[in-house]
């Protein structure tokens, strides 16, 4: 049982969104929990699929090459890192969403690679709510026009927002960031455009996802909290 920590991890992490979810304002108590695994050998995946997770969180298109086909095909994979252009055909059918939507390059090559495959693919969008000049992502102030241009290609459905908040040390500093995502999605949904939902708000990480979940993510996205720190050196 070498990785027996890795399930008293998710019981933990389970166990304050559960807490989070009683301190949330609003009656709904949709969150899923995004195990994100990047830089991590496959037999820890294999483990924490072992204590339940089904939703993977990867940053870079060959790891979830390399994973998909080592791992149970239930498995739900989300892209939630940068992803260039000519890589979207290798991952369009292997992964159930794309977090990181964040120009109209992106959205119209996942669209191409989409029609080919005849799938529809869901997309969230990307927002740098904090206006980092280090952070990926749409303006606030942008996002009602970029999503207006997308929406309209074929093979992508846009289906809500997502942020990498401030790294901070104390999580209520981004509170407010948290409060303002949820706005913007509301915001949005006024809009009424058509192909457009916000049904989903990816925000939350190791050192906010309790937060997160008070202000209304409905997907949190934790790594180092299940699987410990990642190591780039090698
Ligand atoms: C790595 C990563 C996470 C998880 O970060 P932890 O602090 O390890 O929980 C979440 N979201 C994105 C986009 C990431 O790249």
Not at 102 to 112: Q, T
Not at 206 to 230: C, K, N
């Amino acid at each position: 049982m070498e990785y027996e920590f890795i399930q008293k991890n998710i019981n933990k992490v389970n166990e304050n969104i559960d807490n989070a979810l009683k301190r949330r304002k609003e009656t709904s108590n949709n969150v899923q929990l995004i195990a994100v695994s990047k830089t991590k050998p496959w037999e820890m995946l294999q483990a924490a699929y072992d204590s339940g997770c089904r939703l993977f969180g990867e940053n870079k298109v060959q790891e979830i090459m390399d994973k998909y086909d080592k791992l149970p095909n239930d498995i739900k994979w989300h892209m939630i890192g940068h992803l260039q252009t000519n890589k979207v055909k290798y991952i369009i059918d292997k992964v159930a969403c794309i977090h990181s939507v964040d120009s109209v390059r992106l959205a119209e090559a996942i669209s191409k690679e989409a029609i080919k495959k005849n799938i529809v693919i869901d997309v969230l969008i990307e927002i740098n709510i904090a206006d980092e000049e280090s952070k990926f992502g749409i303006k606030p102030e942008n996002a009602i026009e970029f999503i207006r241009e997308i929406s309209v290609l074929p093979g992508i459905h846009i289906n809500g927002l997502m942020t990498v908040a401030p790294y901070v040390e104390d999580s209520e500093e981004n509170r407010p960031y948290f409060v303002k995502m949820r706005e913007l999605s509301v915001d949005i949904s006024m809009e009424n455009i058509d192909n457009v939902d916000m049904s989903e708000l990816s925000m939350g990480m190791s050192g906010d996802y309790e937060v997160a979940i008070e202000e209304g993510a409905t997907f949190v996205r934790v790594g180092t909290s299940i699987f410990g720190e990642r190591n780039y050196s090698h």
